[in-house]
């Protein structure tokens, strides 16, 4: 597949961090409150409920993205302390005011745990809403490197797999960080959420068996590559992966990201 359609599944937009952009289910939340107003305000003339419509919906896009933010963070914590939780726990996170949009924003929150940090929010007892938090597609690496307490990393290590499958099963080095340069990693850069990713890629995963990163025989200079490990393949399929980053493509990554970097943000003011 050429680089350039690759690089359509994760392509960010500029302008990633403005909530003025209605995306998904949203937007039907956002309409619906502007139907609630103009039902209120029958006697409006039509330009003055568009004038309000138009301030009003970017402020509560903005404000379902804070509570979104917010959950984010608190999943990430349970899941580090490997902990169950439970839609009352969440409500509480999300407060009282906002329990309506509650199925909003927990869409949004589950998706950016699932395409961002590769973390499924998976329910366990829909008498109690009780819910578990796993790795996706079956992968047993946990997300954080040992001994580490930093964002779990396993979205990208399937990014890094996706990648490998689109270029052949064997991907060139330099190709590898093009692509994730799409997604704003870069080699020997730290990365808000995935930190140092040439550490990761060419070392953590290395040794955890998810990937080989070998120099091509007969180059000179010597060029690298990287392959499928074993434990790869005994935990995953390529069929699941490349399953997974059709979802990334139709998902919301972009506002994903945007709401990843807002959770790491709070938990590093809050720490």
């Known amino acids: 597949m050429p680089l350039g359609e690759r690089n359509e599944l994760w392509k960010l937009e500029e302008d990633l961090q403005d909530p003025k952009e209605a995306q998904g289910p949203v937007d039907a939340q956002l309409y619906g409150a502007e139907e609630g107003e103009e039902a209120l305000s029958p006697s409006s003339s039509p330009s003055s409920t568009s004038s309000f419509s138009s301030i009003a ?6 404000a379902l993205h804070r509570k979104a933010a917010d959950l984010v ?3 990430v ?4 302390t490997q902990q169950p939780t439970s839609q009352a726990e969440m409500l509480e996170v999300v407060g009282k005011d906002d329990q309506d949009a509650f199925p909003v924003i927990f869409g949004q929150a589950s998706e950016c745990m699932q395409l961002v940090f590769g973390v499924d929010v ?10 578990v ?10 997300g954080l490197p040992s001994g580490e307490q930093g964002m779990p990393k396993t979205g990208l290590l399937v990014v890094l797999l996706g990648v490998i499958l689109l270029e052949g099963d064997c991907a060139p080095e330099e190709k590898v960080w093009e692509t994730l340069g799409v997604m704003g990693v870069y080699a020997g850069k730290e990365h808000v959420i995935y930190g140092e990713p040439r550490e990761l890629l060419t070392n953590v995963w290395v040794q955890e068996g998810y990937v080989e990163y070998r120099q091509v025989p007969g180059s000179d200079p010597a060029c690298y590559e990287f392959l499928w490990g074993p434990r790869a393949y005994a935990e995953t399929s ?12 139709r998902g919301q990554q972009p506002s994903s990201l945007a709401l990843s970097e807002k959770a790491v943000s709070d938990e590093e003011e809050g720490a």
């Open 73 to 75: 963070a608190f999943l």
């Open 238 to 249: 390529k069929f699941q992966v490349l399953e997974y980053l059709l979802r990334v493509s």
């Open 133 to 142: 938090l796993v790795t996706v597609l079956g992968l047993t690496c946990g």
């Open 77 to 80: 914590l349970k899941y580090r």
């Open 57 to 62: 919906q970017p402020l509560l896009q903005a």
């Open 122 to 131: 998976k329910e366990v007892d829909p008498s109690d809403h009780s819910y």
